[in-house]
């Protein structure tokens, strides 16, 4: 079945801690993979997103998340976390091609300033 | 500003009664997408729409119906038949299929009382 895992629900990090959100998927064939960052009180939004080519991809606000195909993941990674970064996080896959969008059931990131 | 808005932003209804959720978007994007997020199971997909008068189940159909007589319009309406409806709905469109971004809305929450 097609699934998207994300490995924590909840993580809390003071300011200038590193950042690693897991994200593991479960889809065949091709895919597309994304994550998506929702602010409080706004709308989703996306951060990154990976379709081929340099499996290491750089989105928005210093965040980069890596795809190794071999592990089916594709984490989210930020060297230094700020108050701002507060928020919740879905990682989410889709078949080349197809429309049919998977998403994880999200991280709520708590930064501590 | 170009964007996707949904209407209301709160709604109550009453156990037994349909209830529409509106959804209009100007980024003329053909695929328009219908989430309900609920907390912890992150997006899933209830229906969607490739082009005007043509739409597919998503993973939780059963209870929800839609309609995509315009390009700019796909409103969804809980039926009395949809077992728990309290929820957060969200409405997107992308320009395409596949690996193109959804665009979300920023949600509709309803409560059924």
């Known amino acids: 079945a097609q699934s998207v895992s994300q490995h924590n629900h909840h993580v809390i990090l003071s300011e200038a801690a590193s950042l690693e959100l897991g994200c593991n998927y479960s889809?065949?064939?091709?895919?597309?993979l994304f994550w998506y960052v929702q602010y409080p009180g706004q709308h989703l939004q996306l951060l990154l997103k990976?379709?081929?080519?340099?499996?290491l991809v750089k989105g928005i606000k210093g965040f980069e998340a890596e795809f190794i195909k071999s592990k089916f993941s594709f984490n989210l990674r930020k060297p230094s976390v700020q108050w701002s970064d507060t928020a919740e996080y879905f990682c989410?896959?889709?078949?080349?091609?197809?429309?049919?969008?998977?998403f994880g059931a999200g991280t709520r990131l708590f930064v501590k300033a | 500003d170009g964007g996707i808005t949904q209407s209301p932003k709160y709604l109550f209804r009453k156990e037994g009664q349909n209830v529409t959720l509106s959804c209009e978007q100007n980024l003329n994007h053909d695929a328009m997408y219908w989430y309900r997020q609920d907390p912890g199971q992150g997006l899933r997909l209830i229906y969607y729409s490739q082009i005007v008068n043509d739409f597919q189940k998503g993973d939780i159909a059963e209870g929800y119906s839609v309609s995509r007589e315009k390009k700019e319009s796909f409103p969804l309406t809980v039926t009395s038949a949809q077992k728990n409806p309290t929820a957060f709905y969200l409405c997107?469109?992308?320009?395409?299929?596949?690996?193109?971004?959804?665009?979300f809305g920023q949600g509709t929450r309803l409560t059924v009382v």
């Open positions: 889809y065949g064939g091709t895919v597309n």
């Open positions: 989410a896959v889709n078949g080349a091609g197809g429309f049919k969008t998977i």
């Open positions: 990976y379709f081929s080519g340099d499996p």
């Open positions: 997107a469109s992308s320009l395409d299929r596949g690996g193109t971004e959804a665009f």
